[in-house]
């Protein structure tokens, strides 16, 4: 298995060393799917065996109380939700869903509760939920029905909450790829952080990181290097960890999240990019897109030292 891993990395690089700097992000579903396609007869299969489950809104709560990751979602329109709605919920418009996954919800897996006014745009959402490839839909009516906790005031994505002083991915909260809990405090950790966003798929983004690793071993005493795992949801992912280990990519990696994709990396169009923070996650320089040489980084690594020492 790893001889076979080692010869499809090894035409990874190849390609990318032949015509590529960068590649489109790929919407993140799940650890599995982006590893490799599936098959369109697979999806259909899976979307036409699928259904949504109704619940009510005492186990809905029995499932928010119990701490497990979960979406609360909200599809009145934000006139309602300004007007009351259950603590945490996001908003997401009935009318704005579609039968193809939404950026602000990367995880085809993630366990989602769907409630409405009164139970019927809550329905309809959660069939298009589940048609777009969502694996864990609950619908559990009308708020009407909901006799625990409620709070007023209009929505702000976790995107428009993260204000300067946060810094620029705002506040996050993920796991490395081993499983490790990882959020915005990490940044402090170092004086400047090179964040490499770079995908499984990605010829260019492989082909950078054995350089990567090298200069992460080489600067560690004066900077950390991340690489955020665009198209990665889950820790412990197969098909990351084994390009992690071919390339000697040996720093922090982490996985991509719903706080993630709602900030900063949802707007990410092209990998690699690469971005430069300081302890509080504030950008520093430029934004680089595409792949870079071990020289080319050497220098631009020296310029974002001297910004920040």
């Known amino acids: 298995m790893k001889k076979k891993m080692n010869i499809i990395v090894s035409g990874l690089l190849l390609l990318g060393a032949v015509a590529l700097t960068g ?19 697979e999806t259909t299969m899976e979307t036409t065996m699928a259904s949504y489950q109704k619940i009510s809104a005492e186990d809905a709560k029995k499932r928010i109380d119990s701490g497990d990751s979960l979406i609360i979602l909200d ?57 777009a490839g969502y694996t864990k839909v609950y619908d559990f009516g009308g708020i009407g029905d909901w006799t625990y906790e409620t709070e007023s005031g209009a929505y702000e994505s976790m995107a428009m909450e993260a204000t300067a002083s946060e810094g ?8 490395d790829i081993n499983g490790e809990p990882v959020t915005q405090d990490v940044f402090a950790q170092s004086n400047l952080t090179m964040l490499n ?23 560690k005493d004066r900077m950390q290097i991340i690489g955020l795992i665009s198209d990665v949801t889950q820790p412990e992912d197969k098909g990351a960890l084994e390009i992690i280990e071919y390339t000697g990519a040996n720093y922090l990696h982490i996985v991509n999240s719903v706080d993630l994709m709602n900030g900063y990396v949802g707007q990410v169009q092209l990998v690699p990019t690469t971005v430069f923070l300081d302890k509080e996650g504030k950008q520093v320089g430029s934004v680089y897109t595409g792949s870079q040489s071990k020289s080319s980084w050497e220098r631009i690594i020296k310029e974002m030292l001297e910004k920040v020492e």
């Open 168 to 175: 620029l991915l705002g506040t996050f909260h993920t796991a």
């Open 197 to 219: 966003i770079w995908g499984t798929f990605c010829y260019p983004c492989i082909q950078e990181m054995p350089d990567i690793g090298q200069l992460s071993e080489e600067y």
């Open 23 to 41: 590649c489109g992000v790929r919407k993140p579903t799940t650890a599995d799917s982006m590893a490799a396609d599936s098959s369109k007869t």
């Open 75 to 131: 599809v009145r329109n934000a006139d309602e939700y300004e007007e009351k709605h259950i603590p945490g919920a996001i908003l997401i418009p009935n009318d704005d869903i579609g039968t193809e996954p939404l950026d602000a919800l990367p995880d085809l897996n993630q366990e989602i509760l769907v409630y409405c006014r009164s139970g019927n745009r809550s329905a309809q959402a959660a069939k298009k939920l589940i048609e």
